[in-house]
């Protein structure tokens, strides 16, 4: 598999980013979440890597972001 795109969504009662992904085969999927980005983007390399068999997972993992993001200055 060369790529993989994870939704991710901002949600509004933890505040935190939920990142998830369907098989496209209907076999299960990843579901993960993140306090931030940073915290996010480990959280889904982790489960990625747990999700797919030592060689079979994909090359890159792309992230499309259901809602733009805004960042707040102070």
């Known amino acids: 598999m060369e790529e993989i795109t ?3 969504h ?3 009662e933890s505040g ?3 990142a998830s992904w369907d098989a ?3 076999s299960g999927g990843i ?3 993140g306090r931030d980005l940073r915290d996010l983007q ?3 390399t982790e489960a990625v890597a747990a999700y797919f068999d030592d060689g079979a997972g994909p090359r890159r993992i792309r992230f ?3 809602s733009d993001p805004i960042l707040v200055q102070a």
């Open 31 to 33: 579901t993960t979440q």
């Open 24 to 26: 496209p085969d209907g």
């Open 16 to 18: 935190w980013l939920v």
């Open 10 to 12: 901002h949600d509004e």
């Open 64 to 66: 499309h972001f259901v």
């Open 42 to 44: 480990q959280q889904v």
């Open 6 to 8: 994870l939704q991710i």
